[in-house]
């Protein structure tokens, strides 16, 4: 019964924690603008000069795959917890900067990068107020959400098959009584 119970919990846990770490992020992506540098184009993002950017955005430049990006500074500073390349077509990379914190409501930023050695720095201005999306929440609280509702659902199978073991019992003591009679 044990193990049968802590099979259980241990699917249930794994099933809904990875489904929610893989299918939420705790951040926003931004509108993409592309941006000319010696007559390339390269798309960041949040879009230079916008205003009104959610807190919990990602920080976006796609570039070439033979450009080096470097020296990216974010001011007021901002401490980069995960960066994320990907191929994003035949021949450029979308580089994804996730702060480590949501960013503060209501801030100016300056984004400044090195790409082919050319200095490239953008602006954007967060929003006043910071009222994440459901993914947010999911994705921040995956690791108690999944616990909580496993443990549920462990109590309700426990409580299931300890409900139709006594009915089972009932059922056999009513048998063995009603044989007596006879």
Same mark, same amino acid.
């Given at each position: @019964?044990?193990?049968?119970?802590?099979?259980?919990?241990?699917?249930? #846990?794994? %099933?809904?924690?990875? =489904?929610?770490?893989?299918?939420?992020?705790? &951040?926003? @992506?931004?509108?993409? &603008?592309?941006?000319?540098?010696?007559? @390339?184009?390269?798309?960041?993002?949040?879009?230079?000069?916008?205003?009104?950017?959610?807190?919990?955005?990602?920080?976006?430049?796609?570039?070439?795959?033979? /450009?080096?990006? +470097?020296?990216?500074?974010? %001011?007021?500073?901002?401490?980069?917890?995960?960066?994320?390349?990907?191929?994003?077509? *035949?021949?450029?990379?979308?580089?994804?900067? &996730?702060?480590?914190?949501?960013?503060? *409501?209501?801030?100016? &930023?300056?984004?400044?990068?090195?790409? @082919?050695? /050319?200095?490239?720095?953008?602006?954007?201005?967060?929003?006043?107020? #910071?009222?994440?999306?459901?993914? #947010?929440?999911? =994705?921040?609280?995956?690791?108690?959400?999944?616990?909580?509702?496993? =443990?549920? +659902? %462990?109590?309700?199978? +426990? #409580? %299931?098959?300890?409900?139709?073991?006594?009915?089972?019992?009932?059922?056999?003591?009513?048998?063995?009584?009603?044989?007596?009679?006879?």
């Amino acid at each position: @019964m044990f193990l049968f119970l802590a099979l259980i919990f241990s699917v249930s #846990f794994l %099933t809904l924690f990875l =489904a929610i770490f893989f299918s939420q992020s705790a &951040y926003s @992506m931004p509108p993409i &603008y592309t941006l000319e540098v010696n007559g @390339m184009g390269v798309k960041v993002g949040p879009q230079p000069n916008s205003t009104g950017i959610s807190p919990d955005t990602a920080i976006i430049i796609d570039a070439l795959t033979s /450009v080096s990006l +470097a020296n990216l500074q974010i %001011t007021p500073y901002v401490s980069i917890g995960r960066l994320d390349s990907e191929n994003s077509g *035949p021949l450029t990379y979308l580089n994804k900067f &996730y702060p480590s914190q949501p960013l503060e *409501p209501a801030s100016f &930023y300056t984004v400044s990068v090195s790409i @082919m050695n /050319v200095p490239v720095s953008w602006s954007f201005t967060t929003s006043d107020v #910071f009222s994440p999306g459901i993914g #947010f929440h999911l =994705a921040t609280n995956a690791l108690w959400i999944a616990l909580g509702i496993s =443990a549920l +659902a %462990t109590l309700i199978v +426990a #409580f %299931t098959i300890r409900l139709r073991s006594k009915v089972k019992s009932n059922l056999q003591c009513e048998l063995t009584d009603s044989s007596d009679v006879f």
